[in-house]
């Protein structure tokens, strides 16, 4: 197709020149579409999650380790605990972690008990 506008398949000249350009215009923009775009919105959550992080925050890293979050210096170097062992201290650049749950927002609230009791109340 690009070809046959090149060589002037369409009988006008500029014609051709314009329609290439607006097939080049297309392209790019799809282009920025669907890859220069999500990458940005990707990076923007990433950023937004590593401000909002705490020391105490459980993580994620992007090794598939699970930790704990102890301190966080100004230079971006987290200090994570991993396991049960608290001498597993490391520290780490921000960037190496992909998830975080926030200290206290797995709280789980006991159905069973305060059903049975009302259960038992109402008899």
């Known amino acids: 197709?690009?070809?046959?506008?090149?060589?002037?398949?369409?009988?006008?000249?500029?014609?051709?020149?314009?329609?290439?350009?607006?097939?080049?215009?297309?392209?790019?923009?799809?282009?920025?579409l669907m890859i220069i775009r999500p990458q940005k919105k990707q990076r923007k959550q990433m950023e937004d999650l590593h401000n909002a992080m705490e020391p105490?925050?459980?993580?994620?890293?992007?090794?598939?380790?699970?930790?704990?979050?102890?301190?966080?210096?100004?230079?971006?170097?987290?200090?994570?605990?991993?396991?049960?062992n608290k001498n597993c201290r490391i520290p780490m650049h921000m960037n190496a972690i992909a998830e975080v749950e926030k200290a206290g927002s797995a709280i789980v609230k006991d159905e069973d008990t305060t059903s049975t009791e009302d259960k038992k109340s109402k008899k």
Not at 7 to 13: K, N, P, V, Y
Not at 59 to 81: A, H, N, P, Q
């Open 56 to 84: 105490g925050d459980s993580i994620m890293t992007t090794g598939g380790f699970y930790g704990t979050i102890l301190d966080i210096t100004e230079d971006k170097t987290v200090i994570v605990e991993f396991g049960n």
């Open 1 to 32: 197709m690009f070809l046959a506008l090149l060589e002037g398949g369409t009988g006008s000249g500029a014609g051709a020149g314009i329609t290439l350009v607006l097939y080049l215009v297309f392209i790019f923009g799809l282009m920025y």
